[in-house]
């Protein structure tokens, strides 16, 4: 009877992954591929790079196909390592849940919820959405851990299970998301913009897009809202296609980047993050100009065309009590107000305002 030469340990006849197969191959294959090359995986993992090397090619002899390919400037994934590194993170995320639940069964542990905070949210809508979900966690028995890092538009932490949920801007409908995310939306908004006091869209409250696509705009950096900046930079180039954002010179403050942009050698205008409800209902006054910006006036766009949505979005895959959490404070979040509560003071131009439910925007006390 002839006997197969093929090595057991990297064969097998029922297509189920061999049992040299490790969960550390699949986490040091997560981490290079995150990573983007060896160096930066292994100081990530705390081991040395040869021995990261040797991981990588031993997991490379069991599924028979090289997963990565070794460039100058870093690694890049192979079809195939494209095909298991999802997998991998399936595998790895189960094994992390397992291990989670029976340290709990056991009295051990909370279950943990990785919760990412961008940096560039409306004040009042990160807290009260950090409030809501700290008071569901602690009220459910779980841990919170707060990441905050900027999200892209596929929101990728939470795909390659880095997090398990964000409060982060929805670029199309919550149901356009990639598999397996899911997402509760929490209201739309819009930036403020802010033009020279002397352009006749001043004068007005409201500029068109295509005027702003003229006008050097100071938004940015991309880094910071990389979803939103690409949306909002697709809407101005459809109304010039040779439209750029500038970059601000600095991120110190709003009213030191209006500062640079009243002294610009050319007609500078700012435009911020979302940072107000789209399309503020009647009777809301929006917050006075920065002190100093005199030089400077704030409007709104014309049919509000720069619009994102605030979302609450989770892995699909997270166990239903976490999942739970998530939708019960996404549903008991209202729409923030679009301006923060101002000290009473006396109005004595109020009769001054004209006849009409909303003054036009700009306008402020003096």
């Not at 292994?42 to 090289?66: D, H, M, N």
């Amino acid at each position: 009877m002839q006997t197969s030469s093929r090595d057991p340990e990297t064969h097998s006849p029922s297509g189920v992954a061999p049992q040299s197969l490790e969960l550390r191959h699949l986490r040091y294959f997560a981490a290079v591929a995150d990573a983007g090359t060896f160096t930066h995986a292994a100081e990530r993992l705390f081991v040395s790079q040869p021995t990261l090397s040797q991981q990588i090619r031993r997991l490379e002899q069991i599924v028979g196909t090289p997963l990565l390919n070794r460039r100058r400037d870093g690694v890049r994934l192979t079809a195939a390592g494209t095909a298991l590194l999802e997998t991998a993170r399936d595998v790895l995320s189960a094994a992390d849940h397992a291990v989670s639940q029976t340290r709990q069964a056991a009295g051990l542990g909370r279950p943990r919820l990785r919760f990412v905070l961008p940096p560039d949210l409306p004040e009042s809508l990160a807290v009260q959405t950090t409030s809501r979900l700290r008071s569901a966690a602690d009220a459910a028995g779980v841990a919170l851990t707060w990441i905050e890092t900027a999200l892209d538009a596929e929101f990728s932490p939470i795909r390659q299970r880095q997090a398990d949920a964000a409060l982060g801007w929805l670029t199309a409908s919550p149901g356009a998301l990639p598999a397996p995310l899911e997402a509760m939306s929490l209201g739309e908004f819009e930036p403020d913009v802010w033009i020279p006091s002397a352009h006749p869209a001043a004068s007005r409250g409201v500029i068109g897009l295509d005027e702003l696509a003229s006008l050097d705009l100071i938004h940015g950096p991309r880094r910071a809202s990389p979803a939103v900046y690409d949306r909002w930079l697709a809407a101005l180039r459809a109304a010039d296609p040779r439209f750029a954002f500038a970059d601000p010179p600095v991120r110190h403050s709003l009213p030191l980047v209006l500062a640079f942009a009243a002294t610009a050698s050319r007609p500078a205008a700012v435009l911020t993050g979302p940072t107000v409800i789209a399309g503020p209902p009647p009777g809301v006054t929006r917050l006075p100009r920065p002190a100093g910006t005199s030089d400077m006036t704030r409007v709104s766009i014309a049919g509000h065309p720069l619009t994102a949505t605030a979302a609450v979005v989770w892995h699909g895959h997270l166990p239903r009590p976490l999942q739970q959490i998530l939708f019960d404070t996404a549903d008991r979040i209202t729409p923030p107000a679009p301006a923060i509560p101002q000290p009473a003071r006396p109005k004595p131009r109020a009769m001054a305002l004209p006849q009409s439910r909303e003054p036009p925007v700009g306008t402020t006390d003096s």
